[in-house]
Nanobody, 124 residues
Framework: QVRLVEVGGGLVQAGGSLRLSCTAS????????MGWFRRPPGKELDFVAV????????KYTGSVKDRFIISRDNAANTLYLQMNGLKVEDTGRYYC?????????????????WGQGTQVTVSS
């Protein structure tokens, strides 16, 4: 059984930065692609970013490209999301998710394990 725990959310003003972390335990981490998703208030869960198992390949949704950076430390079993230039529309609950394989995917159904999420609120 894998456990994913996200931390780092909070309240920040527009233009500010936050760094989310997701620590994995219970299963091998370094052979799994990892993703970040978010659920804005009243909306569905959406893809934000994904990183390959070896950390060499990343993909972002268009609205966060050039502002967010996904990275991972396989030695520490930890996934990160550095969020810069935050906007009000970035508000939502952010979840990390793990695939059972190492390549990229953006669909919710392609992920096998999920954390409980961490809330990010951006004020104007």
């Amino acid at each position: 059984q894998v456990r994913l725990v996200e931390v780092g959310g909070g309240l920040v003003q527009a233009g500010g930065s936050l760094r989310l972390s997701c620590t994995a335990s219970g299963r091998t981490f370094n052979n799994r692609a990892m993703g970040w998703f978010r659920r804005p208030p009243g909306k569905e869960l959406d893809f934000v970013a994904v990183i390959s198992a070896d950390g060499r390949v990343t993909k972002y949704t268009g609205s966060v490209k050039d502002r967010f950076i996904i990275s991972r430390d396989n030695a520490a079993n930890t996934l990160y999301l550095q969020m810069n230039g935050l906007k009000v529309e970035d508000t939502g609950r952010y979840y990390c998710a793990a695939r059972d394989i190492g390549n990229l995917a953006i669909g919710l159904e392609q992920y096998d394990d999920w954390g409980q999420g961490t809330q990010v609120t951006v004020s104007s």
